[in-house]
């Protein structure tokens, strides 16, 4: 009362112009924008330190030296600090044995099953070839664009999350989660219930009754057997350290899995050339998770180089790219067959399936029929540290209800007929 009114006093002060001065300022000093945004995340962090009195705040000495640093050298810092006060619980990166100690529990472990990992859902070749999904292994699912990495992932990796009740991470970036969630739902309608959803009615909306009923009862089977069990990670921005951090941060609360959709350099390394910057990236996921360290079995999809799509896929189709491999246990790459390889086409190929003979007992092979009007993939295990690679598998593809039907062995000459 008996004042000037705000806006009086605002245009008293200059108004907008002095908020368009400072606007012009600032598009001149733009550089500093990273500074400042990194400052304000420092000083965050350590509001929430001193929230959880992890700090000292009445230490004016180590309040003015963590005020000094840079959010990179407070992070270290306190990264340094943590593993310090634990340093006595396993001092030294380096474990000494003796190789022929402890040989009986190596025997019993075997003889358990121990060795194998959780089993992918539908996947009997699959998993009797690399030995199911095992934690602190790393696995890439590598296909063309188009063809099914998402797709492949979801029935074969996260439905076995769901069936084996196993926490995990899905990080994805190509795709929003509301679409993964569409997904899911189509997946679990046609390979769980059985009652099959066409994925581009999904999307027209105005669903019939019997639609709806089907969508629902997928909803239900979802929330009764995977509540809690999936934290999704939407990335805005790629970056590689976002995962990695949040591994660390999911682990000790039991996340023993983590699906990256789609896995690719980081344009964050922008010194680096696109392939050097994605071989980092794999070898720092790969010291994260494996065995020794936290222990993370990890499903990769990446895409298949442009151009590289041959008759038979090895790790050379990875192109510069080839280094990722390295630290891969399990390389999975996969294509559509061709036309000309249907039975009575130039380079027909001979799928099969094994089956014991009544009379010797031992395990002979029956050729499978393929159905001309049917789509097929055809699996190339390009690396396996838990199996043979001579053999591939085939997959009956449904795109319209999201299903890839294991359905026989195959093998794809290495010669002749190369795009």
């Not at 924008?33 to 180590?62: A, G, P």
């Amino acid at each position: 009362k008996n004042k000037k009114s705000f806006i009086e006093v605002y245009n008293e002060f200059g108004g907008y112009k002095v908020i368009d001065d400072l606007m012009q300022e600032c598009k001149k000093d733009h550089q500093n924008d990273e500074y400042h945004l990194s400052e304000m995340q420092k000083y965050e962090s350590l509001r929430k330190f001193q929230k959880e009195s992890l700090i000292n705040v009445e230490n004016k000495d180590l309040i003015n030296k963590l005020c000094k640093m840079t959010l990179k050298q407070l992070q270290a810092y306190m990264q340094y600090r943590h593993k310090e006060a634990f340093a006595h619980i396993n001092s030294g990166e380096v474990v000494e044995h003796d190789l022929v100690d402890e040989l009986d529990e190596t025997i019993e472990e075997l003889n358990s099953g121990e060795q194998m990992g959780s089993p992918l859902h539908d996947a009997p070749r699959l998993n009797r070839k690399i030995k199911g999904w095992k934690d602190g292994a790393l696995y890439y699912l590598i296909l063309s664009s188009g063809v099914g990495k998402s797709s492949i992932a979801m029935e074969k990796f996260v439905l076995s999350l769901f069936e084996n009740k196993e926490k995990a991470i899905l990080a994805i970036n190509e795709e929003s989660v509301k679409k993964w969630r569409s997904l899911l739902l189509a997946t679990i309608a046609s390979k769980i219930l059985k009652k099959p959803i066409n994925r581009e009615k999904l999307y027209e909306g105005n669903f019939k009754p019997e639609v709806l009923e089907r969508l629902h009862a997928a909803k239900e089977w979802a929330i009764e057997n995977g509540k809690g069990l999936i934290k999704t990670l939407e990335l805005k921005k790629y970056r590689i350290e976002d995962i990695l951090n949040r591994v660390e941060l999911y682990r000790p609360l039991g996340y023993n899995k983590l699906i990256i959709d789609t896995f690719k350099p980081d344009r964050s390394q922008t010194e680096l050339a696109r392939w050097e910057a994605f071989s980092n990236s794999a070898q720092e996921l790969h010291d994260l998770i494996k065995e020794d360290n936290y222990n993370v079995g990890t499903l990769a999809t990446v895409q298949l180089k442009l151009g590289k799509e041959a008759r038979y896929l090895d790790l050379e189709c990875t192109g510069k790219s080839m280094e990722i491999n390295e630290v891969a246990s399990v390389v999975m790459m996969g294509r559509l067959m061709f036309s000309d390889e249907y039975p009575g086409e130039k380079f027909e190929l001979k799928p099969y399936n094994y089956k014991k003979d009544e009379i010797t007992g031992e395990w002979i092979t029956e050729p499978y029929k393929l159905d001309p009007d049917k789509k097929y993939l055809i699996l190339f295990l390009s690396k396996n540290r838990f199996g043979s690679e001579d053999e591939q598998i085939l997959y009956e593809v449904n795109y319209e209800i999201n299903s890839f039907k294991e359905v026989a062995y195959v093998k794809v000459p290495r010669i002749g007929g190369i795009y």
